[in-house]
């Protein structure tokens, strides 16, 4: 299993980034898709999570709003568009696979529940 995210950067406040996770390795469809991020000091959280099988995505109260997962079941990619950044935004962003066929297509973003990790893309805001 391979993930590789990809689109972080610097941005002033304010600004949008998209980020983007490409997984290969294993079948994508039929999957709980995440996005999770780690601030210097601070412990992982989850950010935003899908249901590769259809629906909307499930956020973090903190960016509800701001940020929106998608994906891409043609590409085995899944997006996290964030819009008006803030400096608490400033973290590395991680994408992980997490348990398939989830019940009711309900994706949780408890870090427990993924299993598969990518090395992460680094978000500054400033």
């Known amino acids: 299993v391979q993930l590789v995210e990809s689109g972080g950067g610097s941005v002033q406040a304010g600004g949008s980034l998209r980020l983007s996770c490409a997984a290969s390795?294993?079948?994508?469809?039929?999957?709980?898709m995440g996005w999770f991020r780690q601030a210097p000091g601070k412990e992982r959280e989850g950010v935003a999570a899908?249901?590769?099988?259809?629906?909307?995505?499930n956020y973090a109260a903190s960016v509800k709003g701001r940020f929106t997962i998608s994906q891409d079941n043609a590409k085995n990619t899944v997006y996290l568009q964030m819009n008006s950044l803030s400096p608490e935004d400033t973290a590395m962003y991680y994408c992980?696979?997490?348990?398939?066929?989830?019940?009711?297509?309900?994706?949780?973003?408890?870090?427990?529940?993924?299993?598969?990790w990518g090395q992460g893309t680094q978000v500054t805001v400033s």
């Open positions: 992980a696979a997490g348990p398939r066929w989830p019940i009711g297509g309900y994706c949780s973003t408890a870090l427990s529940q993924y299993n598969y």
């Open positions: 390795g294993y079948t994508y469809s039929g999957n709980c």
């Open positions: 899908v249901y590769t099988g259809g629906g909307s995505g």
